[in-house]
Each structure stands twice: as structure tokens, then as C-alpha cells.
């Protein structure tokens, strides 16, 4: 039998799970030695393996337990290691208690604790207040609105004077800035509720009486709009807008990412490449959006790994290590220094956000691509 019916078949196995160790191991094989290129698989397989596998490791595995390994795709072969990768995975959880103990070693003098829940409001009158250390309860009132802290970090906005609210609600702004290495959660004057995401700003009205409901974001953000059919919600960030009656999605508009993408959870929203813009299309659940000046693309995305951030967890599938360490730049306050070209790889897997940043670290290297050394907060990537 030759090479291409052999591994077609056992392509095939592996979708029925049906592939023994040796069969596997012959797969690991193939990979390693890069398969040939007259040795053709269509991509519909390569896809449809690759959409498997990762459904199996995100529905097999708890994101919130310790990470797990991640592994490269270098080439259009890694996409079959990718596929087979699930059948060694106990080989990988098995190892973990070496992998943690090298990872202590080698990084331990230098490593970065995770972000948390810090932020800073700015009101109105330009004073400021470090959310972090403000205590529970009434921190500021403002164009007759009482703006408070509850029990569980979140701030929150109510009418205290309708009469002064009706006064001073036209012209009083708010912001709400995160900085590296933080992440805070916002209910606004409408209702509606705001995750900010690390190195991000939401400016907002004090209270949406008799004025349109628009924020302004800069960094990342997911919503979770009131309904108000009379006043829709608008999102305008560098170069896009975003319109909603009442919907759940996420907005990612950090400048040092390659366009806007605006991902809908549930609802529907016009998303649009510029104010006022007439070329704006609308959202359909699980769709994204990238604004990249005035095009717009769309493509179908799984939002359990848009929405890793707010649920705790870096979630890579099939994203490239640039990309990666954007986010861990992000989220513990961190350089990142290039000593080598990462282009080519890209990575598949899962690491908690509440892990030192060595546990991704770590993670990465076990792909043997790139390696890294920690100064101070500057995270040096090598050969």
C-alpha cells in the first residue's frame, strides 16, 4: 500500500477514533519527517482533522487547570500532529510535574505574577480615583448621579437627583481606564454592562438621559447591552462604529493590532468603517468583523475563544506567537524583546490567565521553536 492510501486511511481511523498506539506513533512519524509534497491530503481533511481536535481538547480539558502543553504549526503536515497530538496528550499531563519543576527553576528569580482587577475613574470635574484601592460603597456624585462600588469590585451608576441629573447630564463625561496588567467590569447609567479587558479606556455619560447612548473604547471590551429600542448603543472606536439596539459582543481596538474586530455573541449589530458611515453591515451570532481602514471582512469565529480574556484564559487556536505575546504584554505589564523572526509559528492551546507568566512561558518553549529569559519586565524571545 503506498504512503498517501496509508495515511488517508489512517486520517480517516483517527476521525472514527479508531487509531491504536502504533498507528499513532506511525503519524508522529510522518510529521517528523515532513512529509513529502508530492503526498497529497485534501484540505477538507486537514480542516475537518484540525476542527476536530481542538473540539476534543476544549470539551477533554478544564481550562482552568494548570496548562497544558501547546503545540506548533509550522507547516501544512503540523495540521495532521495537530490531529493526532489528542492521542498523546496523557504522555503531556503525565510529564506536567517535570515541566513545573524546570519552569520553577528556570525562572523562578525573575517571574511576573498575573494582572487583576485594577483600574481608574476619571470624573468629570478631571478628578481621578484608583478603583483598586477605593473602598465599597459611594465614591462620587456628580450631575445628580451617585456612582458606587459593591461588593464584588464592580462599579455601578444610579439617578440620586433627577432634578440635578437633568441639568448636568448633556455636557458630564466619565472614563474608566485600565492599565497593563488589569481588567475591571463597569455597569453604566443605562444599564448596561462593561468588561474592560488590560491597557484599555471605555469613555462614557454620566447618565444617558436626553442624550445618545455612545461610548468611546480604546483597547478591548465586551458588552452586554440594555435594551432601549428608542436610543441604540454605539461603540466607536479609531475608525469604526458599532450599532446596537440591545446584543451581547466583544470590540478589540488595541492600536497595536492589525485591524478592529468586533465579534457578536447574540443579537445583532451594524458595524461600520468610519461615523456615520453608509458602508456598515450587520452582524450575525458568531460572526466577526475586522475593520482594517475602510474594508470590512467577515468570517464565522467560535466566541468561547474570543471571550478567552473575560473567562480567565489565554485560548490560542492556531494563532500566531506575535499575536500570543501582544497579549501577554498586555496582561503582565511587560516588553517583549525580539532577538529572533517568529513568523512561522503558530500555536494551539490553552493557559490560565491567573498562572505567573512563566506557566506560558514555558508552555511556548515546550513547542522548541523559539526560548525566552525574563529582565526585570522585559521578556527576551531567542532561538
Known amino acids: 500500500m503506498q504512503k498517501k492510501a496509508d495515511l488517508n486511511d489512517l486520517l480517516h481511523k483517527y476521525h472514527n477514533g479508531t487509531c491504536n498506539a502504533e498507528e499513532l506513533a506511525l503519524l508522529e512519524t510522518w510529521y517528523a519527517q515532513d512529509i513529502p509534497s508530492d503526498h497529497e491530503i485534501a ?12 473540539q476534543n481538547l ?7 487547570r494548570d496548562t497544558f502543553r501547546l503545540w506548533t504549526r509550522i507547516s501544512t503536515a503540523a495540521i495532521l500532529f495537530i490531529s493526532f497530538s489528542v492521542g498523546i496528550l496523557l504522555y503531556f499531563k503525565q510529564d ?12 523562578a528569580k525573575n517571574d511576573i505574577p498575573p494582572g487583576g482587577n485594577k483600574a481608574y475613574l476619571t470624573l468629570a470635574d478631571g478628578k481621578k480615583i484608583t478603583l483598586t484601592d477605593a473602598g465599597i460603597g459611594t465614591l462620587a456624585e456628580e450631575s445628580g448621579i451617585e456612582i458606587s462600588k459593591n461588593s464584588e469590585g464592580h462599579i455601578i451608576y444610579k439617578i440620586a437627583d433627577q ?40 469613555t462614557y455619560p454620566v447618565s444617558f438621559i436626553n442624550r445618545d447612548r455612545t461610548v468611546e473604547l480604546a483597547g478591548e471590551a465586551y458588552f452586554e447591552v440594555a435594551k432601549d429600542t428608542a436610543h441604540p448603543f454605539k461603540v466607536k472606536s479609531s475608525g469604526q ?23 457578536l455573541m447574540e443579537g445583532m449589530v451594524k458595524v461600520s468603517s468610519g461615523s456615520g458611515s453608509a458602508n456598515g453591515i450587520l452582524l450575525k451570532p458568531g460572526q466577526q468583523s475586522t475593520v482594517t481602514g475602510k474594508d470590512i471582512q467577515v468570517v464565522n469565529v467560535n466566541m468561547d475563544d474570543v471571550l478567552d480574556w473575560k473567562n480567565g484564559n489565554f485560548v490560542f487556536n492556531d494563532e ?3 499575536s500570543i505575546l501582544r497579549k501577554v504584554a498586555r496582561w503582565y505589564d511587560v516588553e517583549i524583546v525580539y532577538e529572533v523572526n517568529p513568523s512561522e509559528v503558530s500555536l494551539l492551546g490553552v493557559v490560565s490567565r491567573s498562572k505567573n507568566v512563566s506557566a506560558i512561558l514555558d508552555a511556548i518553549e515546550q513547542t522548541e521553536q523559539v526560548h525566552f529569559r525574563i529582565e526585570g519586565r522585559r521578556i527576551i524571545v531567542m532561538k
Open 43 to 54: 484540505e477538507e481533511e486537514l480542516v475537518k482533522a484540525r476542527t476536530q481536535v481542538w
Open 58 to 64: 476544549k470539551t477533554s480539558l478544564n481550562f482552568n
Open 96 to 107: 506536567a510535574g517535570k515541566t513545573k519543576n524546570d519552569t520553577a527553576t528556570k525562572f
Open 163 to 202: 432634578e440635578g441629573n437633568s441639568k448636568g447630564a448633556l455636557t458630564a463625561m466619565n472614563s474608566i481606564e485600565t492599565p497593563k496588567g488589569g481588567q475591571y467590569q463597569v455597569f453604566l447609567p443605562d444599564g448596561t454592562k462593561v468588561w474592560l479587558n488590560a491597557a484599555s479606556r471605555l
Open 241 to 263: 462604529e458599532v450599532e446596537v439596539l440591545g446584543t451581547h459582543f466583544n470590540v478589540n481596538a488595541y492600536k497595536d493590532e492589525p485591524g478592529i474586530r468586533t465579534s
Open 320 to 322: 500566531d506567537l506575535q
